[in-house]
């Protein structure tokens, strides 16, 4: 069964840094692109980023993120992450790992069941 | 990039109705589409993917139809475990584009 299990949240302060994590079961990290989406209070989902490659060197960002956010993988301990430095108050929101199928890199088929971050002085 | 556009945002009805949801992407996506459903608290769920493949376990009066830029999410006779919002997602280019979600609400 497929598993993805999200940890690292909380509360941080405007400037400051985060990891999260994405404890992987059921499958083999590095077989799937692997992606993060956010969803900030009472919105939508908004796509983050996302890793794939058997040596996890295929990565992309959206706008709002890249040059603060890096995302990145374990093989041997199956377990995604997402480092976020320079936060911001509108960094605020659930974040939700999410495992891709095979045949399309993009179609998040499983999902994790969200880390709340909170950036708030 | 593309964009999703979903209508309407919100919609009320009541149980045993039947709902459509309607998502416009601005450009081709073919059929490289699919639809969530979202309760509050929890993850996004597969229902549809690739347009109109239902995902397993996913009950059959859930059902999606189109290709292009114009798609459509049906719910047959609508049950009370159905009321939650409804996102759609191009999964054809980068980066996925979601819609901004049809919340579906108890008349």
């Not at chain 1, 796509?47 to 993120?65: E, H, K, N, Q």
């Not at chain 2, 109109?52 to 114009?70: A, C, D, E, M």
Request: glycine share 10%; hydrophobic share 30%; with cysteine.
């Amino acid at each position: 069964e497929v598993q993805l299990v999200e940890s690292g949240g909380g509360l941080v302060q405007p400037g400051g840094s985060l990891r999260l994590s994405c404890a992987a079961s059921g499958f083999t990290l590095s077989t799937y692109w692997m992606h993060w989406v956010r969803q900030t209070p009472g919105q939508g989902l908004v796509w983050l980023s996302r890793i794939g490659g058997d040596d996890g060197s295929s990565t992309s960002y959206a706008d709002s993120v890249r040059g603060r956010f890096t995302i990145s993988r374990d093989n041997a301990k199956n377990t995604l992450y997402l480092q976020m430095d320079s936060l911001r108050v509108e960094d605020t929101g659930v974040y939700y790992c999410a495992r891709s199928v095979v045949s399309t890199a993009n179609d998040l088929r499983y999902w994790g069941q969200g880390s709340l971050v909170t950036v708030s002085a | 990039d593309i964009q999703m556009t979903q209508s309407p945002s919100s919609l009320s009805a009541s149980v045993g109705d039947r709902v459509t949801i309607t998502c416009r992407a601005s450009q081709s996506i073919s059929s490289y589409l699919n639809w969530y459903q979202q309760t509050p608290g929890k993850a996004p769920k597969v229902l549809i993917y690739e347009a109109s493949n239902l995902q397993s376990g996913v009950p059959p009066r859930f059902s999606g139809s189109g290709i292009g830029t114009h798609f459509t999410l049906t719910i047959n006779s609508l049950q009370p475990e159905d009321f939650a919002t409804y996102y759609c997602q191009q999964t054809y280019r980068s980066p996925p584009a979601f819609g901004q979600g049809t919340k579906v609400e108890i008349k």
